[in-house]
């Protein structure tokens, strides 16, 4: 076996791909034939521009790494997970297009300011209470839920949203035990609130097992793997939490001033996957109130800045005479099942792509400015729950989201999304640490505050 990185100073990259055994792999492979494809893209004309937007973009980006400590034990690693919450002005935004570029190092200095962050146990890393580091990880993953509080005068933490959304779990397939790796224990059941007990091993059991992260942990090696659910788990229970909080406090009219950006897809992968469904039901239940109170549905937006839908949106666009391109600007695409089965993931399955992990549906869009976006926006009703139309009337904040998407995609980076928030930097209001957050949002939603400068 060779060590990890070797393959790159024995033998260049490129010459794996040309040997034998990848060609005839290849060979064997299925290979997309042009000439019959079904699904060509066809790029649409995006509605006129919304004449209102929302004054504010709320965008939430997680990161997460993974760093070696010292504690006497060889391996010994930390992961340092951090939920970022920035709050745009679009007001302002307005007044500093002109002064583009914006240097993206300032913006970092005020994400910063409003982190969740977490040091999670890694490989080697046990907690006094605990014998291993995975129930570390496990209880400390507990503990991180119960502390996340974004509302001063309410209390509520980010647990009492996860179990919220954990009640909406089907009980029918009951998981195994948190032990059964480390001490054997078979017993399955169905996890519930707070901290209880496994009903057969007597240990004690985290409603956040029921996450299951702790199965890709690793006793021994990196656990980038787990560290990475963390964090796509923390963005997507923080969205959801922020809009609990509004519900509680009857602030929920006043969300069409507020869009959401997610960092990624609006789905959940791995383990925790069935969180998708449940954040599903609770955003329809909450876009209903919504609805009644403003009659516009709410904003929210995930944007993804790689990956093979990005790969596959940057390859159509390329046309074979230089310098053209198939979208224009201010030009989408919806993607439908059978788009997305037969050019950018194959598959002959019946089963609804997606139909495990996403709250929402992919669209390419080309800005204004010419960045390419790939984005997804939420089902929010039942008849809005659906990817084999490409009815976008069925989506009547989509005009709102593309001019959102012009207003804030950059120029100067255009096809490089990642930047869409950094660009902004000048006008990121820095939110304070930990529990204000939900604190100052409701400041500004009810036009109390200043421009935050
Ligand atoms: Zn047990």
Redesign the pocket.
């Known amino acids: 076996m060779p060590y990890d990185g070797e393959y790159a100073t024995y033998r260049p990259l490129h010459r794996i791909s040309e040997s034998q055994r990848v060609k005839n792999l290849l060979a064997r492979s299925k290979l997309l034939e042009t000439t019959r494809v079904t699904n060509v893209p066809r790029p649409v004309e995006a509605p006129a521009q919304a004449s209102i937007l929302p004054r504010f973009v709320l965008a939430i980006d997680g990161s997460y790494a993974e760093v070696d400590v010292k504690n006497g034990y060889p391996g010994a690693k930390v992961g340092y997970c951090t939920a970022a919450s920035v709050l745009l002005d679009l007001h302002l935004i307005g007044e500093l297009d002109a002064e583009r570029p914006i240097d993206p190092v300032e913006f970092r200095k005020t994400e910063q300011a409003a982190c969740i962050d977490a040091a999670l146990p890694g490989s080697n890393v046990v907690t006094r209470r605990q014998n291993s580091a995975r129930a570390s990880f496990r209880e400390e993953l507990y503990d991180l839920f119960t502390d996340i509080v974004v509302d001063e005068d309410d209390r509520t933490n980010l647990l009492s949203t996860y179990e919220a959304l954990l009640a909406l779990k089907p009980t029918a397939n009951p998981q195994h035990?948190?032990?059964?790796e480390s001490?054997g224990?078979?017993?399955e059941f169905a996890i519930g609130r707070g901290c209880t007990t496994?009903?057969?091993?007597?240990?004690p059991?985290y409603s956040t097992d029921a996450l299951r992260i702790h199965e890709r942990f690793r006793e021994v090696g990196t656990n980038g793997e787990a560290f990475g659910l963390v964090m796509q788990v923390l963005e997507r229970l923080l969205a959801i939490h922020f809009l609990r909080c509004f519900e509680r406090r009857n602030l929920l009219q006043r969300l069409t001033s507020l869009a959401f950006f997610i960092d990624g897809p609006l789905a959940a992968f791995g383990p925790p996957a069935w969180l998708s469904a449940a954040i599903s039901r609770d955003l329809k239940r909450l876009n209903q109130k919504v609805q009644t109170a403003t009659g516009h549905d709410l904003l929210i937006l995930g944007i993804e800045k790689t990956g093979a839908f990005a790969e596959h949106f940057q390859e159509i666009d390329r046309m074979e005479t230089p310098g053209q391109q198939l979208f224009s600007a201010r030009q989408y695409m919806l993607l439908t099942d059978g788009y997305i089965k037969e050019r950018v993931l194959y598959s002959d399955s019946h089963k609804r792509y997606g139909e495990d992990t996403y709250f929402g549906r992919k669209f390419f869009y080309k800005t204004q400015s010419g960045a390419r976006i790939v984005a997804s926006i939420p089902f929010l009703s039942n008849a809005q729950d659906t990817i084999d139309s490409d009815d976008i009337s069925l989506y009547p904040q989509f005009a709102t989201v593309c001019t959102l998407l012009d207003r804030l995609a950059s120029s100067q980076y255009a096809n490089a999304v990642s930047p869409l928030i950094a660009a902004n930097a000048h006008a990121a209001i820095p939110l304070q640490l930990g529990s204000k957050v939900l604190t100052q949002l409701a400041r500004m939603l009810l036009g109390t505050a200043g421009n935050g400068k």
């Open positions: 035990c948190p032990y059964k001490h224990c078979t017993s496994c009903p057969t091993c007597g240990r059991v």
